[in-house]
Structure formats: structure tokens, C-alpha cells
């Protein structure tokens, strides 16, 4: 089972908490703040692979309010520079977010997060 958001880009495995989510974006870093509103409450999940490419944003979300969630199997993205090794999604944060609330995932250049859901 794929689910991609562009042709070079594939998630595979989904874990069940993720089904029927929607795939905003597959990779991609924060050179600039990002603020986004969502027109019905929801939940909004960003996936990471270990590091370095999560360059500690982890730790930097948490402080600002965003939840770890339990990964219930191990999955992993697939896209052109694709290692198995190197491309497992290791850590899950997420927040809820009500409708119209404001959400802003600050900058944080250099580093990737490696896909937003919204559940």
C-alpha cells in the first residue's frame, strides 16, 4: 500500500491510527514560519525519520505544546534517495487544532519534516 503526494514521494506500511488521513505534504523544511488555519476542528500530525534530519525540531515542537504519539508499527518513506534505514519515521507529534484556530509551525531551516497529516 503506497500513499504519495507526488510522484516521487511514497509512504508505505500506513500504520491504522493514520487511515483516512489527509496527506498535506511530503517532505519539506521551514527556511520561514508556517501559519495555517483549518476550516473544521482536526487533528494535525508531523512525521520525522531520527537524526540528524530532524535537527532536534522535535524537542522544539514539544515546547511549544505539540504531543509524541506511540507509533504503533514501524513505517517509512519512499522517494528518490530512499534508505530504508535512514527513511523510518521515528518520532510522531501532534496537536488538535479547533476550527479557525490559528496553527504556526515556527522556522526552522536547515532541517526536514518529513510529512504533515491532517486526521
Same mark, same amino acid.
Not at 500513499?3 to 488521513?21: H, K, M, S, T
Not at 525519520?49 to 505539540?66: I, Q, S
Not at 530504508?84 to 509551525?105: D, H, P, R, W, Y
Given at each position: 500500500?503506497?500513499?504519495?503526494? %507526488?510522484?516521487?514521494? %511514497?509512504?508505505? +506500511?500506513?500504520?491504522?491510527?493514520?487511515?483516512?488521513?489527509?496527506?498535506?505534504?511530503?517532505?519539506?523544511?521551514?527556511?520561514?514560519?508556517? @501559519?495555517? &488555519?483549518? /476550516? !473544521? $476542528? +482536526?487533528?494535525?500530525?508531523?512525521?520525522?525519520?531520527?537524526?540528524? %534530519?530532524? /535537527?532536534?525540531?522535535?524537542? &522544539?515542537?514539544?515546547?511549544? /505544546?505539540?504531543?509524541?504519539?506511540?507509533? @504503533?508499527? %514501524?513505517?517509512?518513506?519512499?522517494? +528518490?534517495?530512499?534508505?530504508?534505514? &535512514?527513511?523510518?519515521?521515528? !518520532? $510522531?507529534?501532534?496537536? &488538535?487544532?479547533?476550527?479557525?484556530?490559528?496553527?504556526?509551525?515556527?522556522?526552522?531551516?536547515?532541517? !526536514?519534516?518529513? $510529512?504533515?497529516?491532517?486526521?
Amino acid at each position: 500500500q503506497l500513499w504519495n503526494d %507526488r510522484d516521487q514521494y %511514497r509512504i508505505r +506500511a500506513l500504520p491504522v491510527n493514520f487511515e483516512g488521513a489527509l496527506l498535506f505534504q511530503l517532505p519539506f523544511r521551514l527556511f520561514a514560519p508556517v @501559519s495555517f &488555519t483549518l /476550516g !473544521t $476542528a +482536526a487533528e494535525v500530525v508531523l512525521l520525522f525519520v531520527g537524526e540528524p %534530519r530532524d /535537527g532536534e525540531m522535535p524537542a &522544539t515542537l514539544e515546547a511549544l /505544546g505539540w504531543a509524541r504519539q506511540r507509533l @504503533s508499527r %514501524r513505517f517509512d518513506w519512499h522517494g +528518490a534517495a530512499a534508505d530504508s534505514e &535512514t527513511n523510518q519515521f521515528v !518520532t $510522531a507529534l501532534s496537536m &488538535t487544532f479547533e476550527s479557525s484556530q490559528k496553527g504556526i509551525l515556527p522556522v526552522h531551516s536547515g532541517e !526536514t519534516v518529513m $510529512a504533515l497529516l491532517i486526521c
